[in-house]
């Protein structure tokens, strides 16, 4: 089982829509959560960051972490076609300075 | 804003040649590190540093080195160019983890094409 799964997508969805990105994992010791996001030819830029179980939320974007489950989610709001990137779900054990990475889910916003 | 910067954007090597990647960041983070992406296989480590001086081989270190003589800067080597090192070299970033887990912060890449 891979430490880390994530659908690679495309995932099309038209403008306004909510758009559910998720990742699954298999290490219960992974505390630490995060999301980033990829325009094409550019570095991942870090949009969320989160801590254990629960929500938490930035402007149209939503991370849910649900431990029990070993299931993280992105939420986005509204879309827009500029949301259109590569997210890649990303987590990390207790002062673990490595980060396990998905592999990311191409997302296109259909204007 | 953390900011992480790659020499290069783009760069052509024939085979054989020795290749240098430059990285440097600009908020005093202790540790630093080198990925390559390639599509299918997703972010892949290959070095990180943790301290000057310092190095820890990652998931794919064979054919790298890398040199890390001062804070800010950490560069990858490949000893001897091979086309199956044709990818794109991403560095990042992060606060040593003593101080709770910190994210990485990421360049903008290298995309190396070897020839």
């Known amino acids: 089982q891979k430490e880390v799964e994530q659908d690679p997508g495309p995932l099309s969805v038209p403008e306004g829509a909510i758009v559910s990105l998720n990742c699954t994992y298999s290490?219960?010791?992974?505390?630490?959560f995060m999301w980033y996001r990829q325009y094409s030819r550019k570095g991942p830029e870090l949009l969320m960051y989160?801590?254990?179980?629960g929500n938490k939320e930035d402007g149209r974007f939503t991370a849910q972490v649900d431990k029990s489950s070993k299931y993280i989610s992105l939420f986005i709001r509204d879309s827009q076609p500029s949301d259109s990137a590569t997210y890649l779900c990303?987590?990390?054990?207790?002062?673990?300075?490595?980060?396990?990475f998905g592999k990311g889910t191409r997302l296109h916003i259909l204007p | 804003d953390v900011k992480v910067t790659q020499s290069s954007r783009y760069l052509v090597k024939r085979t054989g040649e020795k290749v240098f990647l430059e990285c440097v960041q600009d908020?005093?983070?202790?540790?630093m590190f080198w990925y390559r992406q390639d599509p299918g296989l997703g972010l892949r480590l290959i070095y990180f540093?943790?301290?000057?001086?310092?190095?820890e081989k990652g998931d794919i270190p064979e054919g790298y080195s890398v040199s890390r003589e001062k804070k800010e800067r950490f560069s990858l080597i490949l000893e001897s160019a091979s086309t199956n090192q044709t990818s794109m070299y991403l560095c990042?970033?992060?606060?040593?983890?003593?101080?709770?887990?910190?994210?990485?912060?990421f360049g903008d890449g290298t995309r190396l094409s070897i020839l």
């Open positions: 990042a970033s992060s606060l040593l983890s003593g101080r709770g887990n910190q994210p990485q912060h």
């Open positions: 290490n219960s010791a992974f505390q630490y």
């Open positions: 989160t801590y254990s179980s």
């Open positions: 990303a987590m990390s054990a207790r002062r673990d300075d490595k980060i396990i």
């Open positions: 908020m005093d983070h202790e540790n």
């Open positions: 540093s943790y301290d000057v001086k310092m190095k």
